[in-house]
Each structure stands twice: as C-alpha cells, then as structure tokens.
C-alpha cells in the first residue's frame, strides 16, 4: 500500500523506523522488539540504507522481508550519494519488483572519515536529482528529509528551506524530519514552509531518549538544541540509567501530545531497533490524537 493513501484518507501516520541489524545476535534482539511494536499496528515502517556503516543489502533484504513475509506497509530509504546511474537504476528497478511502494529518497552522506570521497562529477548531488528519476520509474509514495534546525551543511534555515523547496517540486509527497527536542522549532519551520508553498505533509520525527550517551550521540550527529531544563535533568541523573529513561519519556511523550495538539499530521519514531520506549509513548497518547 502506499503511504499517500493514508493522507488521502485524511488520517494521520504513526510509523517506526528501524535499521538492518548487524549480526545474529542484533537479529534476533531485532525479532524481538519488533513483534512487539507490531502490536501497535504502525500506519508503515521504515528501513534506513547505509546508515552507520549497514551494509545496503540488507536494506533489501529486510524491506522484502517485513513488506513480503510480515505484510507491512513498508518505506525503503535510499541514498545515492557516490551511486552512479546504473546502480540508481537498478536498485530502484529491484525495489520496485519486491513490490516496495514507498521510498524515502535522500542525498545520503560519504562514509565517515571520508568526506574527501563525495563525488561532484556525479548526476546525484542532492536528494532533489533522485527524486524525478525515481518518479519516473514508477508512481512511488515519495518521502524526503526535512531539518526543522537547518541542515548542518546549510548556512540558513531560509537557504535550506529554499532546497526543501526543490524536493518538494522535484516530485516529494510527503516529508519527514530530524529529530528534534524542541517544538517551537518545528512549529515555525512548519509556517515557513506553508508560506513558500509547501504544502505537503511534514512528519516530526521523535527520539526518545534513553540513555546519557545516546542523547551526546545524537546531538552531535544533528546539531538538535536540547532544551536546558531537559539537559540539566539528564545531566543529574548520569549515573542512574533508569531515572534517565523516565525522564526522556515523560519528555517524548509530552512532545507527541503538544505536537499532535498543535496539528502535526502523526509521529516517526526512531526506535533505534527497540519497543519499550517508542510502546509506552504511543500507548500513553489519548485515542483522541491518534486519528
Ligand atoms: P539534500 O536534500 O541533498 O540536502 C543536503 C544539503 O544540501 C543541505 O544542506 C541542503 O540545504 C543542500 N541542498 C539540497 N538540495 C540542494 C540543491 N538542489 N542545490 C544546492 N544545495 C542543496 N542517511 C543515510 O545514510 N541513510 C538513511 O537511511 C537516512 N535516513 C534519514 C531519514 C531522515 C528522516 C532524515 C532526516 C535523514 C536521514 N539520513 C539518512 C541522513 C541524511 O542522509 C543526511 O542528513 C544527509 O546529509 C542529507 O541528506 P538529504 O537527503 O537531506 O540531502
């Protein structure tokens, strides 16, 4: 099925990010959390290419098996930094005779370390360039990334808005954005947006956080402000895992209610591969919001 007829249903989306797993043991750890989250019923499920140094055949591998053996709508993200044509073509010729029918499109980054390695002769140097070809293979649900606090690379949110702009008329029907902690941020980016004339679905993207290292991690990739009563929190209880899980989501859980409050068209999770906290946020949210 394909995501845009959720929107055009008029209901909102909740989905869930996972990454392929690495090993056996992430595989099976993988299964677990999985079946567990599949007791919400997401709207889809989303599958990262790349990401962290994963390989990309697993990427196939696993969006054939949660769209072809579980049945779930599911969204393979791909990437086409460094790719040439060809493989372009032919990556997305194979998702598309797996049956996938959402694609979330994106420039990808050069692998860490090797920034020197990004290719400016390529056809590929922005997600906008992949997204008609991919359009014109087949009539996908399209997804693209949004940055509520600007891309790094981009000098201004008004310039990356101004390339926002370039993926929604290249052909996006839908994005999805970074995570962030702060609301504000995505309310305005959101009425930016609107007023360039993209009028597409934005989809906030949620990480609860878990764990003090996972929220340095994240900061430091995303450049994410944390709100100051929420870092002090974290800050004070370093050494004490559980309170720090309690406090992230009581925080997340607050952000799902105020943004879906305020009109955000669903919630992505990024689930990091694990259900409790992602379950008891969405579990926690009142029926109300959810349709
Ligand atoms: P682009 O849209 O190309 O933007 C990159 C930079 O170039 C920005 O600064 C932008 O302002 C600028 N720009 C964009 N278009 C133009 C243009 N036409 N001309 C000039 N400048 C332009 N990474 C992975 O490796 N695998 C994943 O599965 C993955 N999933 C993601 C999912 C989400 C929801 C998000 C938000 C990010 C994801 N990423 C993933 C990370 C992403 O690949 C990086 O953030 C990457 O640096 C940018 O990708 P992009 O598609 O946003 O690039």
Redesign the pocket.
């Known amino acids: 099925m394909k995501i845009t007829e959720f929107f055009d249903r008029n209901e909102k989306t909740f989905s869930f990010e996972f990454f392929p797993p690495k090993d056996e043991i992430s595989a099976v750890d993988f299964g677990i959390n999985v079946g567990q989250l599949l007791k919400l019923d997401p709207s889809f499920v989303s599958v990262?290419?790349?990401?962290g140094g994963s390989t990309q055949e697993r990427t196939f591998a696993l969006v054939d098996y949660l769209q072809n053996k579980i049945g779930l709508t599911t969204m393979a993200?791909y990437?086409c930094v460094n790719a040439t044509h060809d493989k372009v073509i032919s990556d997305i010729g194979h998702l598309k005779t797996i049956g996938i029918e959402n694609l979330?499109l994106?420039?990808?980054?050069p692998p860490k370390g090797k920034a020197d390695s990004f290719n400016k002769d390529s056809s590929f140097?922005?997600?906008?360039d992949l997204i008609p070809l991919a359009r014109s293979l087949h009539p996908f649900s399209i997804g693209?990334?949004?940055?509520p606090e600007k891309?790094p690379?981009?000098q201004t949110l008004k310039?990356?808005l101004e390339?926002l702009l370039?993926?929604y008329e290249a052909g996006a029907d839908f994005l999805?954005?970074?995570l962030f902690f702060d609301n504000e941020a995505y309310y305005k980016y959101v009425t930016l947006a609107r007023n360039k004339g993209i009028n597409c679905r934005i989809i906030p993207?949620i990480i609860p956080i878990t764990s003090y290292k996972q929220i340095q991690k994240f900061t430091a990739m995303t450049g994410a402000y944390v709100p100051t009563a929420l870092a002090d929190k974290i800050k004070t209880y370093a050494d004490n895992p559980e309170k720090i899980y309690q406090t992230g989501l009581d925080f997340a859980i607050k952000q799902c209610i105020e943004l879906l409050e305020w009109g955000a068209p669903g919630i992505?999770f990024y689930t990091l591969n694990k259900s409790r906290a992602t379950i008891e946020i969405y579990e926690t949210l009142p029926k109300s919001l959810k349709s």
């Open positions: 990262t290419y790349g990401a993200h990437t979330m994106l420039r990808g980054d140097q922005h997600a906008s693209a990334a949004a940055y891309h690379e981009a310039e990356d390339h370039l993926k999805l954005t970074q993207g992505h």
